[in-house]
């Protein structure tokens, strides 16, 4: 494994390039956006808004909210420009308390909000099975977090949803990527959590219909040509900033929690029970989970010295997930009919042997805290 010079991102991440430097693309894409015209954006920005408030008399624009810092600065900063927004959320898997908490204090804030509760049957099944397939517990949510908001607003004709951050932009991706300010179904395909898994694929090889997983499919050219709608990303247009966003929408009432497993920052993937397998399954199939993002997001900033990072991330990462957020593994993979001998396997399954130490026989070798040891060490 080869890190980052500035930051300590590895180039295990999909889509990640050096340049001959060793520095990586989201590093370089970080030293492009200080030398954007934010005036000129903002004024397409302003454009956009103005067209929008002229084709609706009532909602005006969706947000995608699951209650977090950046829907919370989302909701804010559209009613300061005068929108009137609706905010949508597609319910996550296993809502936390705390997630619950910070969805109820956008109500109190006065927004007008709506819960789209995917059938918790269907969801346990698509849970278990997108783990065992691809690796990925949370494939519903990641899915669902795009094509609910937009089903919406087709239904209401509503002509404008905000997103937040552009992802490429900030932790590196393909050059056209990092231009782009739409989120569309190619976006959506390329980026939006499907890793290869399509609803097509479930109705065909699992049984479900059609009708169980329309709540997961995108619209389809004739559903968008009947109305259009635009779907962007704010971070295109101004300076998208996490912290930024987390200290106003605490001061707004928005509820951090105090230690999260596997993470340098407390305020980030709270909503949901199910983060701390996923974040797992990342450092398992590349070598590196969330805290690596955060603390690179630090280190571009020089918020944190490389060095200080590096010694962070030994601490945080890589540590078998017993429990996230005070509830324990066994509990969370209860609820979706899995064992934890059986997610024991599925761990094994998607461990990448080029980065973790095995013996002679092939067999993933466990330190005495019962957890995996890389090759390599960050550097």
Do not use: A, H
């Given at each position: 494994m080869k890190y980052c010079k500035k930051c300590i991102m590895p180039d295990t991440r999909p889509d990640q390039i050096f340049n001959e430097k060793g520095v990586c693309n989201a590093c370089l894409s970080f030293e492009e956006n200080q030398k954007i015209n934010w005036s000129i954006r903002e004024k397409e920005l302003n454009d956009i808004i103005e067209e929008t408030k002229s084709k609706s008399s009532s909602w005006d624009c969706v947000i995608p909210s699951s209650g977090g810092k950046d829907s919370t600065y989302q909701a804010l900063w559209a009613k300061s420009k005068g929108l009137h927004p609706i905010l949508v959320t597609a319910s996550t898997c296993d809502l936390s308390e705390i997630g619950r908490k910070n969805l109820d204090n956008l109500k109190k804030?006065?927004?007008?909000?709506?819960?789209?509760?995917?059938d918790p049957k269907i969801r346990s099944r698509l849970n278990k099975i997108s783990l065992e397939l691809i690796g990925d517990i949370s494939w519903p949510e990641h899915v669902s977090i795009f094509t609910a908001p937009i089903r919406f607003a087709i239904n209401y004709k509503i002509p404008l949803i905000l997103y937040g951050e552009n992802p490429?932009?900030?932790?590196?991706?393909?050059?056209k990527s990092l231009s782009n300010y739409v989120l569309d179904r190619k976006w959506m395909e390329e980026f939006g959590g499907l890793i290869?898994?399509?609803?097509?694929?479930l109705i065909e090889i699992y049984g479900f219909?059609?009708?169980d997983l329309s709540i997961y499919s995108y619209p389809s050219s004739e559903e968008l040509d009947e109305f259009k709608i635009k779907s962007i990303f704010l971070g295109y247009f101004e300076k998208w900033d996490s912290l930024r966003n987390y200290n106003q929408a605490k001061n707004e009432g928005f509820t951090e929690y105090k230690n999260l497993e596997g993470c340098y920052f407390n305020f980030e993937k709270i909503d949901n029970y199910q983060h701390g397998i996923h974040d797992y399954f990342k450092y398992l199939k590349f070598g590196f989970g969330r805290a690596t993002d955060q603390l690179c997001y630090m280190a571009r900033r020089g918020l944190i010295s490389r060095d200080e990072a590096l010694t962070k991330v030994s601490q945080l990462e890589g540590k078998f997930p017993t429990s996230y957020m005070?509830?324990?593994t066994d509990a969370i993979l209860k609820k979706i009919d899995i064992s934890l001998n059986e997610f024991k396997k599925i761990c094994d399954k998607f461990t990448n042997k080029k980065i973790f130490?095995?013996?002679?026989?092939?067999k993933l070798v466990l330190d005495d805290n019962g957890n995996l040891i890389r090759k390599f060490k960050a550097n």
């Open positions: 804030l006065g927004f007008d909000t709506v819960e789209i509760s995917n490429q932009i900030e932790y590196g991706g393909p050059k290869g898994l399509r609803v097509s694929d219909s059609k009708k005070g509830k324990s130490k095995t013996d002679q026989e092939g």
